[in-house]
Nanobody, 118 residues
Framework: QVQLVESGGGLVQAGGSLRLSCLAS????????MGWYRQAPGKQRELVAR???????NYADSVKGRFTISRDDAKNTVYLQMNNLKPEDTAVYYC????????????WGQGTQVTVSS
């Protein structure tokens, strides 16, 4: 099994920055992809950013140029640096990891709230 612990959410004014972290632990053999999704009230969960082994990334159009995803494989940790935050970025942010333990599995964190005030 894999456990994900997220941190770094909070309340920030528009134009501010936050950095989210997600630590993966458990019987991990390797991690293929790590990503961040978000879900705002009344909306579907959407991909924010994703990074695969080797470092290739993809971002939602709405966050390109403002958010940066990175990973530290030695620490099994993925980060999301969020700059120039906007009120529409307000959501619960979820970490997502595709990991290989005894089997290949997809795991979700518990979510961390990000609130951007105008």
């Amino acid at each position: 099994q894999v456990q994900l612990v997220e941190s770094g959410g909070g309340l920030v004014q528009a134009g501010g920055s936050l950095r989210l972290s997600c630590l993966a632990s458990g019987s991990i053999v390797s991690i293929n992809a790590m990503g961040w999704y978000r879900q705002a009230p009344g909306k579907q969960r959407e991909l924010v950013a994703r990074i695969i082994r080797g470092g290739s990334t993809n971002y939602a159009d709405s966050v390109k140029g403002r958010f940066t995803i990175s990973r530290d494989d030695a620490k099994n940790t993925v980060y999301l640096q969020m700059n120039n935050l906007k009120p529409e970025d307000t959501a619960v942010y979820y970490c997502n990891v595709e990991a290989i333990t005894k089997y290949r599995g997809l795991y979700w964190g518990q979510g961390t709230q990000v609130t951007v005030s105008s």
